[in-house]
């Protein structure tokens, strides 16, 4: 019976949060108080040139732009309360299980709740493009949408001439955490004309075996973790230690929003560094 | 039966009448109504209670009937639940470690939860009703195990072990998981109060009632119990069936707990303790007695989660707080030279 519950969590594990949807209230006339759930969507808001319209963001925000902004909690557990007080004619979210009963008390209680999945590129897309059509700034939020599109088109092009690199991109060395497919980061790879080695993992961000990181015999290995903790003894385990090594600069990788765009250009250059600019 | 319940309660208990009864359960209700106000009154939005009241459909009045006012109640019932449970189970298994989780219920409502988390399942408050369903299983495991034999140490043992096993499969659930799912997973495990609605306390208000009315009619039979089964059996307790109410009720009221809150520990522990250096062991006066401060003691510290969370940037789950708060309690009851059993 284990084995069942086990394989289950597994299959489980790349749940669809649900789609784009608005909850609560619409918001009455220009949106001029909005709040952010996560760091990715501060990112579109601030992308709009709406910054100055944030009134509070996640505990996980580091921008220097949203530095003095009140602090609304986590993914999470972000507190109704606090979200409340600040008066948002709209707060932007990421739906998930872990949230949803504190989102949808929000939107019960009066605040505009625009859930916006950010899980693959066209969730990206969706959300650039819901995200400018609800502050007033759809034109900002196609351009948005549109630069990130042309980017693949233009990135797939330069990549479709050249042999496929097999990479494993690492979230985490201890434990050992990759991109795994169905998520934006596999689209990536894959339109920077390389093949993601952990395409055959459970889900986008899997809990990966070392030894079938070594077994998959990667050409490259990106390294996106925020630790160096356990990295240097997985660099000298065969397999590994033959691969090159490159370090995934700053986080454009791994928040899915605007910098999306530049991550991929960023990782046509590893992946491909003979191409040039 | 005087007599016996006398012989029972140290130099400082209480003796049982129904006066003095009702005098102690009424200041311990003033207590928790206490609790309640404060808990209303604190929190990151600034509430004027008194507008709130006027005009319930102001902002100040949907934040106080809309959260504050839900989330209390829910503290109370869960604390309730938790230490009335725990001072019963501390009599009957005749041991002072038991504490509300002991059976296998905590195991069964943690495994349930995280399966359902970890499937990703959002419809119906599915976490909840996991929780309640592997909870209400893992009871009915226990007690088929300890049928067998009727010492009351074969329930318990049970559970401990049963705790291990979904200890165990819980955290290989966990390695499996995701990193957003395991964060979601550990805030469940430590349990907190969240934002049920009306309907939801209300269902769990009638299965508290039911059950801690259960506890409180045993209650008498119990103190009998905790002298042994041979003795309760002498002085006509019908043994088994006593025991096998008291496991129920309590089973079935943490069960119901913790769908709702998650596993908030040490309120079954401390609360029951604590009362009983004040009113000494008779489980008439301690069982409502313990709900009533188990319900003031959550409400409280689920309000002093609120208060810390300009601190931390949220609100640590409440069963941190009464961990933090009731291990250092405990070590100071055991310290004061009196045996807390």
């Given at each position: 019976?284990?084995?069942?519950?086990?394989?289950?969590?597994?299959?489980?594990?790349?749940?669809?949060?649900?789609?784009?949807?608005?909850?609560?209230?619409?918001?009455e006339?220009?949106?001029?108080?909005?709040?952010?759930?996560?760091?990715?969507?501060?990112?579109?808001?601030?992308?709009?040139?709406?910054?100055?319209?944030?009134?509070?963001?996640?505990?996980?925000?580091?921008?220097?732009?949203?530095?003095?902004?009140?602090?609304?909690?986590?993914?999470?557990?972000?507190?109704?309360?606090?979200v409340?007080a600040?008066?948002p004619?709209?707060?932007?979210?990421?739906?998930?299980?872990?949230?949803?009963?504190?989102?949808?008390?929000?939107?019960?209680?009066?605040?505009?709740v625009?859930?916006?999945?950010?899980g693959?590129?066209?969730?990206?897309?969706?959300?650039?493009?819901?995200?400018?059509?609800?502050?007033?700034?759809?034109?900002e939020g196609?351009?948005?949408?549109?630069?990130?599109?042309?980017?693949?088109?233009?990135?797939?092009?330069?990549?479709?001439?050249?042999?496929?690199?097999?990479?494993?991109?690492?979230?985490?060395?201890?434990?050992?955490?990759?991109?795994?497919p169905?998520?934006?980061?596999?689209?990536?790879?894959s339109?920077?004309?390389?093949l993601?080695?952990?395409?055959?993992?459970?889900s986008?961000?899997?809990?990966?075996?070392?030894?079938?990181?070594?077994?998959?015999?990667?050409?490259?290995?990106?390294?996106?973790?925020?630790t160096?903790?356990?990295?240097?003894?997985?660099?000298e385990?065969?397999?590994?230690?033959?691969?090159?090594?490159?370090?995934?600069?700053?986080?454009a990788?791994?928040?899915?929003?605007?910098?999306?765009?530049?991550?991929?250009?960023?990782?046509?250059a590893?992946?491909?560094?003979?191409?040039?600019? | 039966?005087?007599?016996?319940?006398?012989?029972?309660?140290?130099?400082?208990?209480v003796?049982?009448?129904?006066?003095?009864?009702?005098?102690?359960?009424g200041?311990?209700l003033?207590?928790?109504?206490?609790?309640?106000?404060?808990?209303?009154?604190?929190?990151?939005?600034?509430?004027?209670l008194?507008?709130?009241?006027?005009?319930?459909?102001?902002p100040?009045?949907?934040?106080?009937?809309?959260?504050?006012?839900?989330?209390?109640?829910?503290g109370?019932?869960?604390?309730?639940?938790?230490?009335?449970?725990?001072?019963?189970?501390?009599?009957?298994?005749?041991?002072?470690?038991?504490?509300?989780?002991?059976?296998?219920?905590?195991?069964?409502?943690?495994?349930?939860?995280?399966?359902?988390?970890?499937?990703g399942?959002?419809?119906?408050?599915?976490?909840?009703?996991f929780?309640?369903?592997?909870?209400?299983a893992?009871?009915?495991?226990?007690?088929?195990?300890?049928r067998?034999?009727?010492?009351?140490?074969?329930?318990?043992?049970?559970?401990?072990?049963?705790?291990?096993?979904?200890?165990?499969i819980?955290?290989?659930?966990?390695?499996?998981?995701?990193?957003?799912?395991?964060?979601?997973?550990l805030?469940?495990?430590?349990?907190s109060?969240?934002?049920?609605?009306?309907?939801?306390?209300?269902?769990?208000?009638?299965?508290?009632?039911?059950?801690?009315?259960?506890?409180?009619?045993?209650?008498?039979?119990?103190?009998?119990?905790?002298?042994?089964?041979?003795?309760?059996?002498?002085?006509?307790?019908?043994?088994?069936?006593?025991r096998?109410?008291?496991?129920?009720?309590?089973?079935?009221?943490?069960?119901?707990?913790?769908?709702?809150?998650?596993?908030?520990?040490?309120?079954?522990?401390?609360?029951?303790?604590?009362?009983?250096?004040?009113?000494?062991p008779?489980?008439?006066?301690?069982?409502?007695?313990?709900?009533?401060?188990?319900?003031?003691?959550?409400?409280?510290?689920?309000?002093?989660?609120?208060?810390?969370?300009?601190?931390?940037?949220?609100?640590?789950?409440?069963?941190?707080?009464?961990?933090?708060?009731?291990g250092?309690?405990?070590v100071?009851?055991?310290?004061?030279?009196?045996?807390?059993?």
């Open positions: 019976m284990i084995p069942a519950l086990l394989s289950l969590v597994l299959l489980g594990a790349g749940a669809d949060p649900g789609p784009l949807r608005m909850l609560g209230p619409a918001p006339g220009e949106v001029r108080r909005v709040v952010t759930l996560t760091p990715s969507l501060t990112d579109v808001v601030l992308a709009l040139g709406a910054g100055d319209r944030l009134v509070g963001v996640s505990r996980f925000d580091e921008r220097a732009e949203v530095k003095q902004l009140p602090r609304v909690g986590g993914f999470v557990d972000p507190s109704v309360e606090a409340l600040l008066h004619e709209l707060v932007l979210a990421e739906p998930g299980p872990g949230n949803r009963q504190a989102v949808e008390r929000m939107a019960e209680l009066g605040a505009p625009l859930l916006l999945p950010l693959t590129v066209s969730d990206v897309l969706a959300a650039e493009r819901a995200a400018g059509k609800a502050l007033g700034r759809a034109r196609e351009a948005l949408a549109r630069e990130l599109e042309a980017t693949r088109v233009r990135i797939r092009e330069r990549s479709r001439s050249r042999q496929p690199v097999r990479v494993l991109l690492v979230y985490g060395f201890d434990p050992l955490v990759v991109a795994g169905g998520g934006f980061a596999d689209e990536l790879l339109d920077a004309g390389a993601n080695v952990a395409a055959d993992a459970a986008p961000y899997p809990v990966y075996s070392v030894e079938r990181a070594l077994r998959s015999r990667p050409e490259l290995i990106l390294d996106a973790a925020m160096p903790g356990g990295r240097d003894r997985l660099r385990l065969p397999g590994l230690a033959e691969a090159r090594w490159a370090s995934v600069p700053g986080q990788l791994l928040h899915p929003g605007p910098a999306l765009g530049r991550g991929l250009e960023q990782l046509f590893l992946v491909h560094p003979e191409a040039g600019r | 039966m005087t007599s016996v319940a006398g012989s029972l309660g140290t130099a400082s208990a003796r049982f009448t129904p006066g003095r009864a009702t005098l102690v359960l200041g311990l003033v207590l928790l109504l206490l609790a309640f106000v404060a808990s209303l009154a604190l929190g990151e939005y600034p509430v004027q008194a507008r709130a009241f006027a005009e319930p459909g102001s100040d009045g949907r934040v106080l009937f809309g959260l504050r006012i839900p989330r209390a109640v829910l109370a019932l869960v604390g309730a639940s938790l230490a009335a449970s725990g001072s019963a189970l501390q009599a009957l298994l005749r041991n002072p470690l038991a504490d509300s989780f002991v059976l296998g219920v905590s195991g069964g409502a943690a495994l349930g939860a995280t399966l359902a988390l970890a499937l399942l959002q419809a119906l408050a599915a976490p909840s009703v929780a309640f369903v592997g909870a209400v893992a009871m009915a495991l226990v007690l088929a195990a300890g067998a034999r009727s010492s009351p140490y074969a329930a318990l043992l049970t559970g401990v072990v049963f705790n291990a096993f979904a200890a165990a819980i955290t290989c659930i966990k390695t499996l998981l995701t990193p957003d799912r395991l964060g979601e997973v805030y469940w495990l430590a349990g109060l969240g934002y049920e609605r009306p309907r939801t306390l209300i269902l769990g208000g009638v299965l508290q009632l039911v059950a801690l009315g259960l506890l409180w009619a045993a209650s008498a039979r119990l103190n009998l119990l905790s002298l042994g089964d041979d003795e309760a059996a002498s002085l006509g307790v019908p043994v088994r069936r006593t096998a109410i008291v496991l129920v009720a309590t089973s079935l009221s943490v069960a119901g707990a913790v769908a709702l809150a998650g596993l908030i520990g040490f309120v079954g522990l401390i609360v029951p303790h604590l009362l009983r250096l004040w009113l000494g008779d489980q008439r006066l301690l069982v409502p007695a313990s709900a009533l401060g188990g319900a003031a003691f959550l409400v409280l510290a689920d309000a002093a989660t609120r208060v810390l969370f300009p601190v931390f940037h949220s609100e640590p789950p409440v069963g941190v707080v009464t961990a933090v708060l009731g250092p309690l405990f100071w009851l055991l310290n004061r030279g009196e045996h807390p059993a």
